[in-house]
């Protein structure tokens, strides 16, 4: 933690919470560690002992530079620090001078106030540009949570500052909650807890946490039962133990992180051309003007010869000065005073050609700079991925026994629009399909809408790319995407499917049937249970098939082998597949309507009994989900190859999900041997010579890599004379983005702390 460590609280022992591995530690050792109650929580007396060891759950603000010392550092530069002498000689010479009348000739003066006014306008850019990692450590506390509900003596406290908590309260989390501080899960209120927790750790799927503790040298994805500050609530509600706070916490690392980068900032490789030449162009004008002040030293100083030495010297300080003045102002005339102003009107030229592409440069050198990278470090989700999750292939049960039906599903986005389902019978949807879009539209909590040009999600993405998925598929009477966006309603065919089926309960998802269920009373007059989850699990508990024309088969070892190979060859592309199933309902149910006061209802509040329920199903199809890479991306990377820039990849993401969008978008080859190109960050760290492994030709992917081993890999590169572009769009990308030569942002998916800390912003989200 912070200071003070050591302290002890109330005569117990001391407490060393910033060593304490919580995530490996049961919920009754976490309990006595930080001397706490899960159940009553911290007292009054023990909140404000531990304020005074630890502080306020805030990020620290450093000390900013003053106005003073930012103005000095802009004259920190060889050319502009010429450029200011020869402003002050000039001013001295046409001061001194003045014309015949003794009146100063104002034309005299336009040449010294061009060269200060170029020079002013220069320091005002300047520091603009300095305040921007300040802005993207203020960026960083606008992530975190502002109210946290607590338990202190033994009393639930609601909207609590977060910046009051300290080690060992006691915090309540529901859905849609900012997670306030780092957090032990310590109980759960639901059967199932998810959080998004990708732009802290480059996951492109919401993680499911548990109160079971993990190895202790488990990374930041491992940590499974835990919970850290900036990320969000998706499912479920659950009581956590807060374990680290502020700079503790792991958004104050990176807060640490990009303090410690912003002091490592080097020049860029025009201004270091610049300062070569400002120092060569100083010392040639320096030696011709002294070379042509001694050229007409005889003609202030002379003296004559006697007896072979020199005697009677006679010196003019007129005529000494005359000749002072003459070189001065050859060396004026000299010194390329327009040539900031050249560079600059360059530089924004090609800013405005970039402009016109949706790239926004936030820093002129940087346009320089970029034509300069050899190597880019990307980032995946979000950056080479679209981070919106969509169907990618469909499976449905075939004409006859032991056959199966495949379809590729276009797109990769949330957009119904976007892409198409192959060799697709519109409007004339089977039962089996007619049974699959059924499930995927009912037995799902998310929803998409559309937000000006933007297609946003509410609810997990997994169920709202099923929503899509429906979308595409169209309805059976011959509805389509097309004509259900007329009106502006995104979910046309789902809302349909949903009024012929009335939902009258759902099943939970939980982590050990892993699936959700739910009741629905027909239009038909039937009452079914449609299920989706794990296709194993759902295969597991599942005893008939579905074939093309609704009709039931049972499910035989043949035709489960069939679906568990068709499953197996999905996974290995990377593919989280779901699976869909149905039933009648059990005949407790038979009269259910929805109402409480019905004795099946009971049932339904034990999730203990869901997998009973959810038994005797008959397995319809399953399809298989990804985080999609960018169209644009693969010929990106190719142009990059043929310009001779290195690509790495470096994203928080599993290695085989990582891998395989490496392998499609092009930065491997489809049957590479990448043992030794595809590195986890931890193992990147235990590699004995670093660098000689980033040497190596093609591409290299780093993945499960947290923000400090992103910034590790950019440190390297630059120590090793490359010149690193870096991208990204989360926070864990922000470390990286401040060190790197030149650091690109997503615009529109990106987080406020990596644009204040980019060099580039990519306003459309576009990677070519």
């Known amino acids: 933690m912070g200071k003070g460590g050591e302290e002890q609280l109330n005569g117990s022992e001391p407490l060393k919470f910033d060593t304490f591995p919580a995530w490996a530690k049961d919920v009754r050792e976490c309990e006595e560690h930080f001397g706490v109650s899960v159940e009553r929580g911290l007292s009054s007396s023990e909140v404000v002992t531990r304020h005074q060891i630890y502080g306020l759950n805030e990020l620290e603000k450093p000390e900013g530079t003053s106005l003073f010392k930012l103005v000095l550092e802009q004259f920190n530069d060889t050319l502009v620090r010429i450029l200011l002498a020869a402003a002050v000689i000039s001013f001295v010479l046409a001061f001194v001078d003045g014309d015949e009348g003794g009146e100063m000739g104002i034309t005299a003066f336009v040449e010294p106030l061009v060269i200060f006014l170029i020079l002013i306008v220069n320091a005002i850019v300047g520091i603009w540009q300095e305040t921007n990692a300040e802005k993207a450590l203020e960026a960083l506390k606008e992530i975190q949570s502002q109210q946290a509900t607590v338990r202190r003596d033994g009393v639930k406290v609601c909207s609590l500052p977060a910046k009051e908590l300290v080690p060992g309260d006691v915090v309540e989390l529901r859905v849609g909650d900012k997670v306030p501080a780092d957090m032990r899960v310590v109980g759960l209120i639901t059967s199932t ?25 488990a990374d930041i994805q491992g940590k499974k039962c835990m919970v850290f500050a900036g990320t969000t609530v998706v499912n479920g509600n659950c009581v956590c133990l807060v374990t680290d706070t502020g700079m503790s916490s792991e958004i104050g690392r990176v807060h640490s992180q990009i303090q410690e980068a912003a002091q490592h900032e ?61 070189a001065v102002a050859l060396a004026v005339a000299a010194i390329p005073e327009g040539l900031p102003a050249v560079i600059t009107t360059c530089l924004a030229l090609g800013t405005r050609k970039m402009a016109q592409k949706n790239a926004l440069v936030r820093k002129l050198p940087s346009v320089e700079t970029l034509g300069c990278t050899t190597v880019i470090c990307s980032d995946k989700t979000g950056t080479l991925t679209t981070n919106q999750m969509a169907v990618s292939k469909l499976v449905a049960m075939g004409s006859r026994f032991g056959t199966l039906r495949s379809f590729n599903v276009e797109g990769t986005s949330f957009d119904p629009r976007d892409g198409k389902i192959e060799d697709w019978p519109a409007g004339r949807m089977d039962a089996n399909l007619q049974m699959i879009a059924k499930i995927a539209a009912i037995c799902n909590d998310a929803n998409v809408e559309q937000s000006e040009n933007q297609f946003v999600t509410r609810g ?33 065919c789902c809302r349909l499917w949903s009024e012929l089926e009335q939902r009258i ?16 009373d027909s239009s038909s007059g039937k009452k079914l249970l449609l299920v989706k989850g794990a296709v194993e699990n759902v295969l597991e508990r599942s005893t008939h098939i579905q074939l093309l024309d609704g009709s039931k088969q049972e499910l035989d070892q043949y035709s489960r082998d069939l679906i568990l190979q068709s499953l197996h060859d999905m996974s290995m592309n990377a593919l989280r597949c779901l699976g869909f199933a149905y039933s009648d309902v059990p005949e407790d149910f038979a009269t259910y309507d929805g109402s409480e006061d019905h004795p099946a209802h009971q049932q339904l509040l034990n999730p203990s009994n869901y997998s009973s329920i959810e038994s005797n199903l008959t397995f319809v199809g399953f399809v298989g ?11 990106a990377i190719a142009d990059c190859r043929t310009a001779g820039i290195r690509v790495m990849v470096i994203t928080g993401d599993n290695k085989s999900t990582a891998e395989a969008i490496c392998r499609e978008i092009g930065v491997f080859e489809a049957d590479e041997d990448i043992s030794s190109r595809s590195l986890t960050g931890k193992e990147f760290m ?26 590790e890999i950019v440190r390297l590169l630059k120590e090793d004379g490359e010149v690193v ?39 459309c989200d576009d990677y070519g």
Not at 460 to 489: I, R
Not at 625 to 635: A, G, H, S, T, W
């Open 193 to 217: 807890l998810r959080v998004e927790q990708g732009s802290l750790t480059g996951e492109s799927e919401a993680v499911s946490k548990t109160t079971k503790p993990v190895e202790e040298n």
């Open 266 to 326: 080097e020049d860029t490789p025009l201004k270091k051309k610049l300062n070569e030449f400002g120092e060569a162009l100083t010392m040639i004008i320096g030696l011709i003007c002294a070379l042509v002040w001694l050229i007409n030293v005889k003609y202030f100083l002379s003296w004559e010869y006697v007896d072979g030495w020199p005697r009677n010297f006679k010196f003019s300080f007129e005529k000494c000065t005359y000749y002072f003045e003459i």
């Open 625 to 635: 989900l990804r985080d999609p890479p960018r169209k644009e991306v693969r010929q």
């Open 686 to 711: 235990d590699v004995k010579d670093q660098k000689n492994h980033l040497r190596q030709s093609g591409g290299l992917l780093f993945s499960r890599a947290e923000p400090k081993h992103k910034q």
């Open 460 to 492: 997990m993405p997994t169920e709202a790319a099923l929503k899509v998925l429906v979308e595409k598929m169209g309805f059976p009477e011959g509805a389509n995407e097309a004509s259900s966006l007329a009106d502006g309603e995104v979910l046309r």
């Open 505 to 520: 309960a759902t099943l939970e998802f939980d982590r050990d049937r892993k699936s959700m269920g739910v009741m629905v």
């Open 725 to 763: 572009a870096m991208t990204g769009d989360g926070v864990n990308d922000a470390p990286a983005l401040k060190l790197a030569d030149i650091g690109i942002a997503m615009g529109i998916a990106g987080t406020e702390v990596h644009v204040s800390l980019s060099s580039h912003l990519q306003e």
